[in-house]
């Protein structure tokens, strides 16, 4: 009994291993001194961060990135929770079949997507540009917000909702008063996830960006393609150090932004 | 101005769910004032005929009237209700304070008023130290008193509660059941209280109303209906009945025997032949509570029948008893006050019945 669990227990530890490690290698080997990345370790350095600061490819990729994030996730918040309050909350036709076209992207392979969106625009004879690539990330980051929001607002009672009517408030006022504050964390959830999602995805981006626009991601591959430099290892260690504080840091707001208003309701 | 009559008034509404009609031909008036219960067993239409009402549930025929007003097209949040759920519905992420005062916000009335009237509402509830609090920090019973207060203190036009009580344990139920009747005798609002609780829709109710199937079985004053069920599903529904076949003799004097179907013959009086028209075959409801069961032969007045039985079976509920009885051939149960002991299982005993506890009900067509 207790040699199964530890087999257990050593077999969880050695896939956990195998996963993070090479992200632990990558974010040690980003502050190494030398030039050549190999353990072990020659010296501590900042000096690939601070290339990566002045390397203008990098940093506009950056900013692109960043820009591309924070517009898909406000447009795929948007839509999504939209979406989700009709899905959930309203009777239309074809409702299976428009939810099942909204879920799609996430079961259809990446590539597949990728190309079929490539296509369509070439049959519409549009060259790529800023606009396709973010249509193709909302597109793509779509399913995980209705899918987050929805679930949420199956859980919030109708009839808190039809209280709030009958008390006076618009259907319009009732969403905003009651609903959309009762779902605030499913849609947080679902901004932080296409962000995060947007953020990192290469696959379609690779397809859709326009020539000459880099985003993170892809600006890493092209510089895998030519040399390993230890500044891949820098940029690397930023993303994850972004892609995971993100959450946290939101989360913490979160939370004191909801104690605050306890506070200040309490304060009346 | 005209003193107005009805706070509600339903006519004729059908409500269709598709093929499926919930609600057939709703003819009824809620007097202004008046407390009224919709009673009747699960999938009756009582919530149905309720949402119709609050602007919940389109209307598929008919007139809705509210204070002399047609409100079918008019929204749910213009119409100037109280709503009351089983499940309370406060909003969870508002304080107690703010849930009271949401209804308030779109009245335009100011802040000084808003925190008085609230106040003035947490005390009729009574639950003046509470406005602070979040829903989930109140208890249910604490909670249902918070959503009544929400709804009245909008002063609404009607107060409709869909089984208000029936998340809450016995007790605290029949406490919230008096505080109920109490706080809507304070505000003399026109109230709508869905239950299936029966004891619950006779103790409260001015009228009752029992419906069955999507319509009105029968409408009244809760003792009225009570007493003269006038149909075989309401007597059977209110309390417990025996109910049997039978056919009509020529009355004689005050009173007429009436021929069971087993062959007991009992007596009743000329008022429940008129009730039937003096129809030939009849039905004969006698209620469970309504028959007196003794040791001794004797009746208890001259235009009472007496029938030697058996007890087959004793339900014993504390101060009452409910037995089960076979007396010439037939199955009927009584229930009676236990005097020391109730009778024991095999005893033979006599029931009484008086006349004007046999109701007669038209023959079978239904
Ligand atoms: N949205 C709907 N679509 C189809 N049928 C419905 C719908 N809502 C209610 N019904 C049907 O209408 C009938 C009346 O329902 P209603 O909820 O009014 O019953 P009720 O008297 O309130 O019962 P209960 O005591 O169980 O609450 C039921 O047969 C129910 O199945
Ligand atoms: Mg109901």
Known sequence: MTNGWSLIRIATILVYLFLFAPVAVVILLAFNANQFGSFPIEGFSLRWFDSLLHNDAIVRAFKTSLLLGILTSAISTTIGTMAAVAMVRYDFPGKKAISSLLIAPILIPEVVLAVALLLFLQFLALPKSFGLLLMGHVVFTLPFVLLVVQARLVSIRRDVEEAAMSLGATPIQTFFEITLPLMLPAVMAGMLFSFTISFDDITGTLFWKPGGVETVPTQIFAMLRNSISPEINALGAVMVIFTVAMPLVATAIARRVSAARIKASKAK | ?366
């Not at chain 2, 007097?31 to 949402?51: D, M």
């Not at chain 2, 089984?163 to 005798?185: F, G, H, T, W, Y």
């Open chain 2, 1 to 366: 101005m005209a003193e107005r009559q009805h706070a509600v008034e339903l006519r004729n509404v059908v409500k269709r769910y598709g093929e499926f009609t919930a609600v057939k031909k709703m003819d009824l008036t809620v007097p202004e004032n008046s407390f009224v219960t919709f009673l009747g067993p699960s999938g009756c239409g009582k919530t149905t005929t309720l949402r119709m009402i609050a602007g919940l549930t389109d209307i598929t025929e008919g007139d809705l009237v509210i204070r002399d007003r047609r409100v079918n097209d008019l929204p749910i949040h213009k119409r100037n209700l109280g709503l009351v759920f089983q499940n309370y519905a406060l909003f969870p992420h508002k304080t107690i304070f703010d849930n009271i005062a949401f209804g308030l916000k779109y009245r335009n009335v100011n802040k000084a008023d808003i925190a008085q009237k609230v106040k003035s509402a947490l005390d009729l509830v009574q639950l003046p130290h509470v406005a602070d609090r979040y829903p989930n920090q109140l208890s249910g019973g604490q909670q249902q008193r918070i959503a009544l207060a929400r709804a009245i203190v909008i002063e609404p036009d009607v107060l409709l509660l869909d089984e208000p009580l029936s998340a809450l344990d016995a007790n605290l139920r029949e406490e919230m059941r008096v505080e109920l009747k109490r706080i809507q005798r304070e505000l003399g609002v026109a109230t709508i209280f869905v239950t299936h609780d029966q004891s619950e829709a006779l103790a409260m109710s001015d009228k009752l109303v029992v419906m069955k199937d999507g319509i009105v079985e029968q409408e009244g004053q809760p003792e009225d209906v009570y007493n003269n069920p006038s149909s075989a599903f309401v007597a059977d529904f209110l309390g417990h009945s025996n109910i049997f076949a039978g056919t009509l003799a020529e009355p004689s004097g005050e009173t007429a025997p009436v021929q069971l179907e087993g062959g007991t013959t009992l007596k009743t009086t000329i008022h429940q032949i008129e009730r039937v028209n003096r129809q030939q075959n009849i039905r004969a409801v006698i209620r469970a509570e309504k028959i007196m069961v003794s040791t001794n032969q004797n009746p208890t007045s001259n235009d009472s029948t007496s029938i030697p039985g058996r007890i087959k079976t004793v339900d014993y509920l504390g101060q009452m008893a409910r037995y089960f009885i076979t007396a010439e051939g037939q199955d009927w149960q009584v229930i009676n006050p236990i005097d020391q002991h109730p009778f024991g299982e095999g005893a033979d005993i006599f029931m009484h019945i008086p006349a004007r506890n046999c109701v007669l009900l038209p023959g079978h067509h239904d």
